[in-house]
């Protein structure tokens, strides 16, 4: 698993809809939905922090 922070917005929203579709088939085991899910959350929170960095771009211009 990739452990990198995300190159981008739309990387970070690509690899969070495969960590998805890996969740809802009931495949990984409860290691792996551990990490899975560790993962999600940083991907999540970096996604958040680019939002509000953008909303901030936009309001201050």
């Known amino acids: 698993m990739n452990k990198k922070k995300p190159s981008s917005y739309?990387?970070?929203f690509e690899e969070?809809?495969?960590?998805?579709t890996q969740l809802e088939s009931g495949e990984a085991n409860i290691?792996?939905?551990s990490a899975l899910?560790?993962?999600a959350k940083?991907?999540?929170l970096y996604c958040?922090?680019?939002l509000k960095g953008t909303?901030?771009?936009l309001s201050e211009s």
Do not use: G, N, Y
Request: proline share 0%; glycine share 0%; no cysteine.
């Open 10 to 12: 739309q990387a970070a």
């Open 16 to 20: 969070l809809q495969s960590i998805a």
């Open 31 to 33: 290691d792996e939905l």
């Open 37 to 39: 899910v560790k993962r």
């Open 42 to 44: 940083e991907l999540v």
């Open 48 to 50: 958040q922090e680019r």
């Open 55 to 57: 909303e901030k771009e």
